[in-house]
């Protein structure tokens, strides 16, 4: 058996990583992620959704906690369901 929260935890950081360094890359190398996401959509042309917005600390902060908490609840709840149904 896993322990849901443990798990959850563990997620929630990996996903707290990742978010601190799409930010960082969306920052210093911009064109960097559209190729990448370019890469994954194969046949849709993203140019047209390119903006030049900066996002402000608040958006920042509140796609942090959004990102990091959906995570851990998602996390959490398949853990949980995986340990029910496991028995």
């Known amino acids: 058996m896993l322990n849901p929260q443990v798990f959850a935890n563990a997620t ?20 960097l ?19 030049t917005f900066n996002p402000n600390l608040g ?10 908490g959906l995570t851990w609840i998602t996390t959490y709840a398949v853990v949980w369901l995986y340990n029910r149904w496991a028995k």
């Not at 929630?12 to 064109?31: F, K």
């Not at 958006?59 to 990102?67: H, M, N, R």
């Open 12 to 31: 929630a950081a990996v996903m707290a990583v990742w978010v601190i360094a799409c930010l960082a890359l969306s920052i210093i190398v911009p064109d």
């Open 59 to 68: 958006s920042i902060l509140l796609g942090f906690a959004t990102a990091v």
């Open 33 to 51: 992620l559209f190729a990448i996401a370019q890469s994954w959509m194969h046949s849709i042309n993203i140019d047209a959704v390119k903006t």
